[in-house]
């Protein structure tokens, strides 16, 4: 069973008051914010209370710069399947709106984690900022929370041989086409979730039919085609290829991602299902015939099989 979505909107239900909650966006949820997720997890269960994990939403850039790219490598639903894997006993939402972008370091944490949530300890990254104007750090979190109840911990950085794992290190990787690297940084391959809708139906008429979504608020990695795997709603895991762009083979540019799942016939319209990156295959490329493109897509199935092991 899914774990239980609180909004911070709300008081806390009495059953999770007095928790210790992992505090930061934990867009993502790579092996960084694990190990934050983790101390607050372990922290709680030694004192015998309930761990929360909390994260943001909208990500604090998309309210500041809503022109920005989009970027998030995880909808709330994903990150809820995460924090309960994790080992929380519940997630947390701060919607991040024009009254917590006004709210003061010091309301943040004596009317909001304290009074209203009714927390007990806080772990945070070690560069977390918070309140008006990122007036709050974690200097200011132990010092206001002592006098209130709130224990703070802060956890450093997780290091590899290339410098300190971050969400922009592995949007740089997708964004390069280096699936390897955002998998390593993740511990799971990028996925992608998504409603299949109708599409032009031209997968279907050149033999590879496919189950198309919209990319949405999702970073854009690399376009081309990619070696995937999609999980459907009843928990079946399918070997596919798919294509990520603008389909420079047809008129008009449409961004879609479209995956061909191998062996399967099924009608998928309507479903959520989930797709992952786990190979960059080729760039996008325009062909001349639709023979020529039929038998690329031929080729593209074939290395996306041996990628697979299918």
């Known amino acids: 069973m899914t774990i239980k979505r609180l909004s911070a ?44 994990i909390a ?10 710069a809503p022109e920005a790219p989009w970027f998030r490598l995880t909808t709330l639903d994903q990150r809820q399947r995460l924090f309960e894997v994790a080992g929380a006993d519940a997630m947390l939402v701060f919607d991040f709106d024009a009254g917590l972008a006004a709210t003061t370091a010091e309301d943040f944490i ?9 927390l007990t300890g806080v772990v945070t990254g070690e560069d977390f900022t918070f309140g008006k104007g990122r007036g709050g750090n974690i200097k200011v979190l132990r010092e206001l929370g ?5 224990h703070a911990t802060a956890m ?22 280096d699936c390897a690297t955002a998998t ?12 299949v809708q109708h599409g032009d139906k031209n997968g279907r008429l050149l033999g590879f039919p496919t189950a198309n979504i919209d990319m949405a608020h999702y970073l854009r990695p690399r376009y081309g085609i990619y070696a995937v795997k999609g999980r459907l709603p009843d928990g079946r895991v399918l070997h596919g290829a798919a294509n990520l762009g603008v ?15 191998f ?48």
């Open 156 to 177: 450093g950085p997780v290091m590899d041989e290339e410098g300190i794992i971050s969400s922009s290190r592995i949007r740089d990787a997708l964004r390069a086409g």
């Open 9 to 52: 909107h709300d008081v806390m239900p009495d059953a999770l008051r007095g928790a210790i909650v992992a505090l930061g966006n934990f867009d993502g949820f790579h092996l960084g914010h694990q190990a934050v997720a983790g101390e607050a997890i372990a922290q709680a269960k030694a004192a015998g209370k309930p761990a929360i």
């Open 146 to 150: 002592a006098d209130h109840g709130l």
């Open 263 to 310: 062996d399967f016939a099924e009608d998928l319209y309507g479903q959520t299902i989930e797709v992952e990156f786990h190979a960059f295959i080729r760039p996008e490329a325009k062909f001349d015939s639709m023979d020529a493109l039929m038998a690329q897509m031929q080729a593209d199935c074939d290395q996306a099989r041996a990628i697979l092991g299918s």
């Open 184 to 195: 390593r940084l993740l511990t799971r391959p990028f996925a992608v979730e998504g409603v």
């Open 55 to 64: 994260t943001f939403d909208p990500h604090p850039v998309r309210f500041f």
């Open 110 to 118: 004596v009317e909001l984690l304290v009074k209203r949530l009714g």
């Open 247 to 261: 389909r420079p083979s047809f008129d008009p540019p449409k961004e879609l991602l479209e995956p061909h799942f």
